[in-house]
C-alpha cells in the first residue's frame, strides 16, 4: 500500500516539476543565457524530456519496492521548487 501512495505522490510531484521547469524556461530570465547550449537545444525540450527520464526512473524504482526514491524525488523537487522560485521572483 506505501508503494502505490508514493507513485502516486511521485506523479503529483511530476507535474509540479514540468509546471516549474516550463515556467523557468519561459521566463526570459537573463541567468537562462549563462547555462549550458544543449539546455537550449530543441526549445528547452531537450531538457524537460530530462526531467521525464528522472520521473519515470523515480517512478519504475518506486513501483518496484524501493520507497526511499520517493523521498529522493521529494527532495529534488523541494531544490526545483526553491530554485525556480529564486529565478522567478528575480532574487538571483
Known sequence: MAGVVAVVLILILG?????????????GHPLLGRVPWFVHLLGGRISLATEFLLLL??????????????????AYTAFNAAAAWLILSNRV
Not at 526512473?57 to 521529494?74: D, E, N, P, R
Open 57 to 74: 526512473a523515480a517512478l519504475l524504482l518506486t513501483s518496484q519496492g524501493l520507497v526511499v526514491w520517493a523521498w529522493g524525488y521529494l
Open 15 to 27: 507535474v509540479a516539476n514540468f509546471a516549474l521547469h516550463k515556467a523557468v524556461l519561459e521566463s
